[in-house]
């Protein structure tokens, strides 16, 4: 099993021009997730989706939309992409386990985002 | 508002047993998890649960709102940033503390 995947590994962007951030896993997990993480702010959540179908906001959704296209894969959108949205951008999953789950998110390993 | 605090920076000697504190205001908070995050790499759990547990060299303790990571015999190869979270209730959200930084001298 791969795990979880990420495309690209790296990327540089212009302000104003978008782009998609794409994940993928092959562990048939429910729950799929989208961070950012930036020196000193720990790892912060943009968007999730608990399950096929739905999506919701996390900490920081402002700049980004997201897809969550079938089970296995969860994209990231950057509209209209901007300095602060220099960051790496990490994706996860998990499976939910019920009330006394232990909800463990396996993490791909990141795309580096730099927008200038 | 639910948060996990934990300390930015830990430093330790090679061989010591270092101890990461956490501590957390996560509503009905059940489970604990501590990840490790070598930069450019994909953070990955150390050990979890809702009780003290032990994975290899990596021992978590478990209170109501504390847990804490400790790391036997610490080596140089162990400085990265370790992250504590808790996830409340039945919600699939972790909260995250910002990481600690652990730093290992020689």
């Known amino acids: 099993n791969a795990g979880v995947t990420q495309t690209p590994k790296f990327q540089v962007l212009k302000t104003g021009q978008s782009m998609t951030l794409q994940c993928a896993q092959d562990?048939?997990?429910?729950?799929m997730y989208w961070y950012r993480q930036d020196p000193g702010m720990g790892l912060r959540l943009i968007y999730y989706s608990a399950s096929e179908g739905t999506t919701d906001k996390g900490e920081v959704p402002n700049g980004y939309n997201v897809s969550r296209l079938n089970k296995r894969e969860f994209s990231l959108r950057l509209e209209s992409a901007a300095p602060s949205q220099t960051s790496v951008y990490f994706c996860?999953?998990?499976?939910?386990?019920?009330?006394?789950?232990?909800?463990?998110?396996?993490f791909g390993p990141g795309t580096r985002l730099t927008v200038t | 508002k639910d948060q996990v605090f934990q300390p930015s920076t830990v430093a330790s000697s090679e061989g010591a047993v270092v101890e990461i504190f956490c501590n957390h205001s996560?509503?009905?908070?059940?489970?604990f998890f501590w990840y490790l995050h070598f930069p450019g790499c994909a953070p990955r759990l150390l050990v979890k649960?809702?009780?003290?547990?032990q994975q290899g060299r990596y021992n978590m303790t478990y209170e109501r709102f504390s847990s804490s990571l400790l790391i036997l015999q610490v080596r140089e190869a162990d400085a990265a940033v370790y992250y504590c979270a808790g996830c409340p209730g039945n919600n699939r959200k972790l909260i995250w503390g910002l990481g600690t930084s652990l730093a290992v001298n020689p």
């Open positions: 996560v509503s009905n908070a059940y489970n």
């Open positions: 996860a999953s998990s499976e939910a386990a019920g009330v006394f789950g232990a909800y463990e998110q396996y």
């Open positions: 649960g809702s009780k003290p547990s």
């Open positions: 562990m048939n997990h429910n729950s």
